[in-house]
């Protein structure tokens, strides 16, 4: 156990002893001695533990020792080795989609904690080794490729001790590469702070198992690139646009007839894709007449089967940033219940209750409706406007929706419960919209007041 309460005594003459001049401290309760054959060297080590009382660090209650020299007499913990356990201590309680962001800042990071790149494998397989293999805690990959292996005996060697992290360089060095791409370019912000943000997780959970004194991360002055969160409303598509491009995927063969209603759901309901693909018959309450409601309760992103705990490439999971059991109920227009009901009518339902499935009848995949809206805007936009980002993904129709909503005078509270997402981030995305609305607002009241006077 570590503690400040240190207490050193006078040095103590006594002739009798081989070794006469010794050297009394007390840590916590527990008292510790050290016999030397001359007083100088009884001095030298009474001045060595000052010092380290001065500079504040802790003393072990077991050996005496304080802090620095107590990381100096055991093995010392590699870089690689703390980020391994930090991924596995992780894996547990981690959706796939984390695990594997995970494996991927801590690869990028890894690469660069190395004492030399002599001998260094291509970066290439280097970043394929760690993210894949030495951060996987999965269980289930079996013996890896030989350049793989090659790869990490050769970061076992190389990566650097922990004491080393208490650097400020080793620390700027583990940023830069962070913020960058393999081909050597800047990656993007949101990479950069989300990689960042597991640097310091692991920092943090270095400084808890005692591998570092304190996090060196915020000693070092280096800010991440900002991140332009607002949408740009240039190629949000407008009401008439969305309209065109879901109609359009009707006119795509099978395929788009068949998503046509889940483009549906994008827009109308604000759906993000993994919920849609989610969505079940029993979900839906879809009246002949009027607006019905859809009842989401999960998702089911595709992430791979190497990071999914039943090894399906599809991870069942809850709402985004809800518990498992969560669900949030979203009204429908008339326009939506229409093509969800036409859709039952057609294509009826996956075994599992699925409404959306692929082609060949298991689970939609994501790269599969990418390629039929391609097709669509080709179809439904000029040609100039294909050409530029307008309607780019199937994701902008979820944007659409939530501006539609917000332009037409809901409430933002409202607006986020239905999007699944707080005030705040809303706020954060659409503010250009939200600022519309607040020009408005101050119209009415300017109007109230002059009404007034």
């Not at 919920?275 to 998702?299: F, H, I, Q, Y």
């Not at 089911?300 to 969560?326: F, I, N, Y």
């Not at 909503?405 to 995305?429: C, I, K, Q």
């Amino acid at each position: 156990m570590l503690t400040f309460d240190f207490k050193i005594y006078a040095i103590r003459e006594r002739p009798a002893y081989p070794k006469p001049y010794q050297l009394r401290w007390r840590v916590g309760p527990k008292p510790h001695a050290q016999s030397f054959i001359t007083k100088t060297l009884a001095d030298g080590r009474r001045a060595q533990l000052m010092a380290a009382a001065q500079r504040g660090e802790q003393f072990d209650v077991e050996t005496g020792l304080p802090q620095s020299e107590l990381r100096a007499r055991k093995p010392q913990t590699t870089w690689l080795q703390h980020a391994t356990d930090y991924a596995e201590m992780k894996w547990k309680r981690s959706s796939a989609k984390n695990r594997a962001t995970r494996a991927d800042a801590l690869a990028a990071i890894t690469a660069a904690l190395v004492s030399n790149h002599k001998g260094a494998p291509k970066p290439a397989v280097l970043r394929r080794a760690l993210s894949g293999r030495a951060f996987n805690a999965s269980g289930r990959l079996g013996d890896p490729p030989e350049h793989i292996a090659e790869a990490l005996e050769w970061i076992a060697k190389k990566s650097l001790p922990m004491a080393k992290l208490e650097e400020s360089e080793t620390v700027r060095a583990a940023l830069e590469a962070l913020s960058t791409r393999l081909d050597g370019k800047t990656a993007a912000a949101n990479t950069i702070t989300n990689r960042r943000m597991v640097f310091n997780n692991a920092l943090r959970y270095a400084v808890e198992r005692r591998l570092l004194p304190t996090n060196p991360l915020q000693f070092v002055d280096w800010t991440p690139p900002g991140t332009d969160d607002e949408i740009d409303w240039r190629y949000v598509p407008n009401p008439q646009q969305a309209k065109a491009l879901i109609s359009a995927t009707g006119q795509l063969g099978p395929r788009g007839e068949h998503l046509k209603a889940f483009f549906g759901c994008g827009y109308y309901a604000a759906t993000r894709p993994a919920e849609a693909m989610n969505l079940r018959k029993a979900d839906c309450t879809l009246p002949e007449t009027g607006w019905g409601v859809l009842l989401l309760s999960g998702s089911s992103p595709r992430v791979g089967s190497a990071w999914t705990d039943d090894g399906a490439s599809h991870e069942e999971r809850g709402l985004k940033r809800r518990a498992r059991s969560a669900t949030r109920d979203v009204p429908i227009p008339p326009e939506l219940v229409r093509l969800l009901r036409d859709h039952l009518a057609r294509y009826g339902t996956a075994p599992d209750g699925r409404l959306f499935r692929a082609a060949r009848g298991g689970r939609l995949l994501s790269k599969e409706y990418p390629e039929v809206w391609k097709k669509a805007r080709t179809a439904a936009l000029a040609p100039e406007q294909v050409a530029t980002p307008l309607a780019e993904v199937p994701y902008a129709l979820r944007h659409a929706g939530v501006s539609l909503w917000l332009a037409s005078g809901v409430d933002p509270t409202e607006v986020a419960r239905r999007a699944g997402h707080s005030v705040a981030v809303l706020y954060r995305f659409y503010a250009k919209v939200l600022d519309g609305k607040r020009d408005q607002a101050n119209e009415r009241i300017d109007r109230a007041l002059r009404e007034a006077e």
